[in-house]
């Protein structure tokens, strides 16, 4: 029975507590200490996990020490430094995306994890969908061929607080934007070589309203992603175009469609309703999080199955820092492109 870790909780606003309960349903870790400026926000995280120590500020909690692991889900440009700070302190890592604000900050930051052997890893929680698990078993078995365009989405309706605002890092691109581009990287390994990108400005200087992307691959993929914060709601979609056939996953559904010329199973257009505990990591027996039971949040828990398991184990989580960086390089590239409306070159290493 591996030991129990001692997390720290770095940002106590929804997400923060969403992945506290999540943790739950990895086993009995001890929920030592969480930090966070706003008041209230700390008094509802102690209230809900009955951390023993709250703090205003991340770096006296880090000082305090005691930790293995942090949890870092802070407004967007604290993610970075919030995270760095809790490796240089001797934590293993979970930020949550975007990881940073550009892929240089983001380096830095999986550099550090490197150097000092701490686990670091970004909460692109969309791989943990069973759907999208599963639609990466069948492409890896090549039951669409070879890939040939990859078309993502993932938008939202109006963003307010600090989501709007350019100095925390807001607009769609960076808060749901960023899930749908990880998961087209996801989706291709190949390098990534150019970048094309369109965007419509908000009210706000700095944050965009809509963005539209078109990235190129090395080995000829083409990929479009859509954003917005122009939507009445959330949508989202995850489109493989193969040689071979075609696969769709849509945000909110647990549905995966797929047609293929190559296997006779679905050589029509066919429906698979995967359930919301196929392809994922197994709960802990002792799981006590009410979280289990949901397929919207399940896939926070599948994910801190994978972190906790990746420090135990001693290995590298499935979601790492290079991949992070992958992501932040590509959105670097989109914003250069809306501003100068010159496609980009990317060198992908
Ligand atoms: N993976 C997902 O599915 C998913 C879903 C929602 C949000 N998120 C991400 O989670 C993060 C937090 O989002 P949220 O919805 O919880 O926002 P939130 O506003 O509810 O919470 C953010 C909290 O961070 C605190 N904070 C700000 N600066 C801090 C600092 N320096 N140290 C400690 N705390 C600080 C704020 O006071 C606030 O309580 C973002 O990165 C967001 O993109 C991920």
Known sequence: M?????????????QGRYLCEALRCAGPHDLVACADPDEAARERAVAQFGFAHDYESPAKMLFDGGLDAAIVATTHDQLQPCAMAAILSGCHVFVEKPMALNAEHGQALADEANRTGHKLMVGYALRYRPDRVLMGRMLAEGVIGDLVQVHAGQLIGSMGGWLGKARHGGGPLLYVGCHALDQILWCNPSPVTRVYAEEVPSAVPGVEADALLTLRFADGCL????TS????????????????????????????????????????????????????????????STLASYYYVRM??????????????DRRPAISGEDGVRALRVMDAARQSAETGQAIALRET
């Open 2 to 14: 591996p030991t129990p870790l001692r997390f720290g909780l770095i940002g106590c606003g929804h």
């Open 223 to 226: 990929a479009t992603l859509s």
């Open 229 to 288: 914060q122009r939507l009445g709601g959330r949508y989202g979609w995850l489109d493989l175009l193969g040689t071979h056939g075609r696969m769709r996953a849509e945000w909110e559904s647990y549905r995966l469609s797929v047609e293929s010329r190559k296997m006779a199973a679905y050589s029509h257009l066919t429906h698979l309703d995967v359930a919301m505990t196929d392809f994922v990591p197994a709960l802990a027996p002792d799981a006590t």
């Open 300 to 313: 926070w828990a599948a994910e801190m199955v994978e972190f906790v398991s990746a420090i135990q184990e």
